[in-house]
C-alpha cells in the first residue's frame, strides 16, 4: 500500500487570523481529502501527545467528542487507535510521530468500520504549532494535486541551453587558436604543449558506450559501495573542471599576473588562489552533499563546469563519429529505461533506480542538474523534491554543438551550424518537457535530443551541399 502527501492547515482564531500548513502522511485506500480548502471541514484540535491512545481510559469522556485529536505513536497498531477514537466521537486522528514519517500501511478491509481520516504528522509540527499559534487551534486536512508544471523545468532548460552553447562556443575558440597555430610555425610547438584535446574515433565511441553498459549494471548491483568512488571521482573532476573553465576566464583579465618560482617553474599568483578555492569549492560539497537546502546549487555549478570542460576537451573527429555515439546513447537510455522493467526482479527500471539510489540508500550518485521544484504542493511541504537532467543530456548532445561549431570556424560558414543545432537541443529539451508533464514518467532525454539534433545538423549540411565535407570532417582534422 502506497502513502500520500497531505496538507494539515491550522489556523488560530482571533484578529489577526493565523495560519500555517504542515506535512501529513495519509493512505487514500483509507479515506480521500478534499482536494482544496473550499470544501475542507475545520476541528478544534485537542492535544493529547501526552497519551498513545490505546485505551479508552486514557481519555476522559467527552473530551474529543466533535474534535481533531492529535496523539504519540507506538503501543499499539494505527487501526486500534482508530477505532478508539472514532468510538469516543472524534472527527480526526492525528499521529505525531518522532521518527521519520513513514508510510501508513495496513489491510484495507480491516478499516472499512473506520471512517474518520487518520493521518501521520512530525512531533516537531505540533511542538512549532503550539509555538506559532497557541492551544485554541482549529484545522483541516486536504490533498491539493500536483502541478502539471514546475517552474523548475525552466531553470533546468536554462542550465542546459546554456551549458551545450557555451561549451560549443569555447570548443570552437579553441579550435580557431589551433588553425592559427597551423599557420604560424613559431607557435606550433607552443600550441602543441597546451593542446589537451582527446578525439574520439568510431572505435573509441563504441568502446566507451560499452563501459558506460558495463558501469552502470555494477552501479545497480554493488550501488552502496561504487556510489562512494563516483562521489570521489566527481570532486575530483569537478574540482579541475571548475579550475580549467575560470582559468580561462582569469587569462583575459590583464592584472594580478605575478609570479612565483617554484620547482623551475614560473607560476601566477592569481593560479594558485583559484586551484585553492577549486579544491575547497569540491570539498565544501562533498562534506555537505546531503544538505539539500543549499548544496545542490554548489553541485550544479561544479557540473556545469564538469560538462563545459568535457564537451570542450573531448573531440569529435567527424559527423560520422557523432552519429555513431549519439546513435549508441540513444539505444542505451531507452534500453535501460523502458526495457530493463521487464527483466529486474522488481519491475523497476535499472536507469531509474541507479539514479534515485536503489534499495532506498540515502547516497545518490552526483551526475544531476538539480533544481527544486518551485511550485507549492504537498510534495514541497513534505519533503524538497528536484526536478533532474543527467549530465549525459548535456555532454552528448553538447559534443555534437561542439563539432558543428568547429566545422564552422574551419570553413568560415558564419555560425551557421552552431546556432542551428543549438536551436534544435532546445527544442527537443522542449519536447522532452511536454512528453514529462503527458506521460508523468521520468522520459530519456536522449530520445528527443538525439533526433532533433542529429536531423538538424544533416539537413543544414544537406542544404548547403555540404555533406560528404560534413560527413568526413574537415581536411585539417584528416
Given at each position: 500500500?502506497?502513502?500520500d502527501?497531505?496538507?494539515?492547515?491550522?489556523?488560530?482564531?482571533?484578529?489577526?487570523?493565523?495560519?500555517?500548513?504542515?506535512?501529513?502522511?495519509?493512505?487514500?485506500?483509507?479515506?480521500?481529502?478534499?482536494?482544496?480548502?473550499?470544501?475542507?471541514?475545520?476541528?478544534?484540535?485537542?492535544?493529547?501527545?501526552?497519551?498513545?491512545?490505546c485505551?479508552?481510559?486514557?481519555?476522559?469522556?467527552?473530551?474529543?467528542?466533535?474534535?481533531?485529536?492529535?496523539?504519540?505513536?507506538?503501543?499499539?497498531?494505527?487501526?486500534?487507535?482508530?477505532?478508539?477514537?472514532?468510538?469516543?466521537?472524534?472527527?480526526?486522528?492525528?499521529?505525531?510521530?518522532?521518527?521519520?514519517?513513514?508510510?501508513?500501511?495496513?489491510?484495507?478491509?480491516?478499516?472499512?468500520?473506520?471512517?474518520?481520516?487518520?493521518?501521520?504528522?512530525?512531533?516537531?509540527?505540533?511542538?512549532?504549532?503550539?509555538?506559532?499559534?497557541?492551544?485554541?487551534?482549529?484545522?483541516?486536512?486536504?490533498?491539493p494535486?500536483?502541478?502539471?508544471?514546475d517552474?523548475?523545468m525552466?531553470?533546468?532548460?536554462?542550465?542546459?541551453?546554456?551549458?551545450?552553447?557555451?561549451?560549443?562556443?569555447?570548443?570552437?575558440?579553441?579550435?580557431?587558436?589551433?588553425?592559427?597555430?597551423?599557420?604560424?610555425?613559431?607557435?606550433?610547438?607552443?600550441?602543441?604543449?597546451?593542446?589537451?584535446?582527446?578525439?574520439?574515433?568510431?572505435?573509441?565511441?563504441?568502446?566507451?558506450?560499452?563501459?558506460?553498459?558495463?558501469?552502470?549494471?555494477?552501479?545497480?548491483?554493488?550501488?552502496k559501495?561504487?556510489?562512494?568512488?563516483?562521489?570521489?571521482?566527481?570532486?575530483?573532476?569537478?574540482?579541475?573542471?571548475?579550475?580549467?573553465?575560470?582559468?580561462?576566464?582569469?587569462?583575459?583579465?590583464?592584472?594580478?599576473?605575478?609570479?612565483?618560482?617554484?620547482?623551475?617553474?614560473?607560476?601566477?599568483v592569481?593560479?594558485?588562489?583559484?586551484?585553492?578555492?577549486?579544491?575547497?569549492?569540491?570539498?565544501?560539497?562533498?562534506?555537505?552533499?546531503?544538505?539539500?537546502?543549499?548544496?545542490?546549487?554548489?553541485?550544479?555549478?561544479?557540473?556545469?563546469?564538469?560538462?563545459?570542460?568535457?564537451?570542450?576537451?573531448?573531440?569529435?573527429?567527424?559527423?560520422?563519429?557523432?552519429?555513431?555515439?549519439?546513435?549508441?546513447?540513444?539505444?542505451?537510455?531507452?534500453?535501460?529505461?523502458?526495457?530493463?522493467?521487464?527483466?529486474?526482479?522488481?519491475?523497476?527500471?535499472i536507469?531509474?533506480?541507479?539514479?534515485?539510489?536503489?534499495?532506498?540508500?540515502?547516497?545518490?550518485?552526483?551526475?544531476?542538474?538539480?533544481?527544486?521544484?518551485?511550485?507549492?504542493?504537498?510534495?514541497?511541504?513534505?519533503?524538497?523534491?528536484?526536478?533532474?537532467?543527467?549530465?549525459?543530456?548535456?555532454?552528448?548532445?553538447?559534443?555534437?554543438?561542439?563539432?558543428?561549431?568547429r566545422?564552422?570556424?574551419?570553413?568560415?560558414?558564419?555560425?551557421?551550424?552552431?546556432?542551428?543545432?543549438?536551436?534544435?537541443?532546445?527544442?527537443?529539451?522542449?519536447?522532452?518537457?511536454?512528453?514529462?508533464?503527458?506521460?508523468?514518467?521520468?522520459?530519456?532525454?536522449?530520445?528527443?535530443?538525439?533526433?532533433?539534433?542529429?536531423?538538424?545538423?544533416?539537413?543544414?549540411?544537406?542544404?548547403?551541399k555540404?555533406?560528404?565535407?560534413?560527413?568526413?570532417?574537415?581536411?585539417?582534422?584528416?
Amino acid at each position: 500500500v502506497t502513502a500520500d502527501e497531505g496538507i494539515l492547515h491550522a489556523s488560530r482564531s482571533g484578529v489577526p487570523s493565523v495560519t500555517k500548513d504542515y506535512c501529513v502522511i495519509y493512505n487514500s485506500s483509507w479515506v480521500s481529502l478534499p482536494k482544496s480548502l473550499d470544501n475542507a471541514t475545520f476541528r478544534t484540535l485537542e492535544n493529547l501527545t501526552s497519551t498513545v491512545l490505546c485505551s479508552s481510559s486514557e481519555v476522559p469522556s467527552g473530551l474529543v467528542k466533535d474534535k481533531a485529536v492529535v496523539v504519540m505513536r507506538g503501543n499499539c497498531t494505527f487501526l486500534e487507535k482508530a477505532r478508539i477514537a472514532q468510538r469516543l466521537g472524534a472527527k480526526m486522528l492525528l499521529i505525531a510521530s518522532k521518527p521519520r514519517l513513514s508510510p501508513l500501511s495496513d489491510n484495507k478491509t480491516d478499516f472499512e468500520d473506520v471512517t474518520l481520516p487518520v493521518a501521520l504528522i512530525r512531533y516537531s509540527d505540533i511542538v512549532d504549532m503550539q509555538l506559532t499559534l497557541g492551544n485554541e487551534v482549529n484545522v483541516t486536512l486536504y490533498s491539493p494535486p500536483l502541478p502539471e508544471f514546475d517552474y523548475s523545468m525552466v531553470v533546468i532548460f536554462l542550465i542546459a541551453v546554456f551549458t551545450v552553447a557555451l561549451g560549443g562556443y569555447w570548443s570552437g575558440v579553441a579550435e580557431l587558436e589551433n588553425l592559427k597555430a597551423i599557420a604560424s610555425p613559431g607557435e606550433r610547438e607552443t600550441r602543441r604543449k597546451k593542446e589537451e584535446n582527446v578525439t574520439f574515433t568510431p572505435v573509441t565511441v563504441i568502446l566507451f558506450v560499452v563501459i558506460c553498459c558495463v558501469m552502470l549494471v555494477l552501479l545497480y548491483f554493488f550501488y552502496k559501495w561504487l556510489v562512494y568512488v563516483i562521489i570521489s571521482v566527481f570532486c575530483l573532476a569537478s574540482a579541475m573542471s571548475l579550475y580549467n573553465c575560470l582559468a580561462a576566464l582569469i587569462a583575459e583579465i590583464p592584472f594580478g599576473q605575478c609570479r612565483i618560482a617554484c620547482c623551475n617553474k614560473n607560476i601566477e599568483v592569481r593560479l594558485v588562489f583559484l586551484a585553492v578555492f577549486c579544491i575547497a569549492a569540491a570539498v565544501v560539497w562533498a562534506v555537505f552533499r546531503n544538505e539539500d537546502r543549499w548544496a545542490w546549487i554548489l553541485q550544479d555549478i561544479l557540473g556545469v563546469a564538469f560538462c563545459l570542460n568535457f564537451i570542450k576537451t573531448l573531440k569529435m573527429p567527424n559527423f560520422k563519429s557523432c552519429v555513431i555515439l549519439l546513435g549508441l546513447l540513444l539505444l542505451y537510455d531507452v534500453f535501460f529505461v523502458f526495457i530493463t522493467p521487464f527483466i529486474t526482479k522488481n519491475g523497476a527500471s535499472i536507469m531509474v533506480e541507479v539514479a534515485a539510489g536503489p534499495f532506498g540508500n540515502s547516497e545518490k550518485l552526483p551526475v544531476v542538474i538539480r533544481v527544486p521544484r518551485l511550485e507549492y504542493s504537498a510534495s514541497t511541504l513534505c519533503d524538497m523534491p528536484f526536478s533532474l537532467l543527467g549530465f549525459g543530456d548535456i555532454i552528448v548532445p553538447g559534443l555534437l554543438v561542439a563539432y558543428c561549431r568547429r566545422f564552422d570556424v574551419q570553413t568560415s560558414s558564419s555560425s551557421v551550424y552552431y546556432i542551428s543545432c543549438t536551436i534544435a537541443y532546445a527544442i527537443g529539451m522542449v519536447l522532452t518537457f511536454i512528453v514529462l508533464a503527458l506521460m508523468k514518467m521520468g522520459q530519456p532525454a536522449l530520445l528527443y535530443l538525439v533526433p532533433c539534433t542529429l536531423i538538424t545538423s544533416s539537413l543544414v549540411a544537406w542544404r548547403r551541399k555540404e555533406m560528404k565535407k560534413f560527413w568526413k570532417g574537415s581536411s585539417y582534422q584528416v
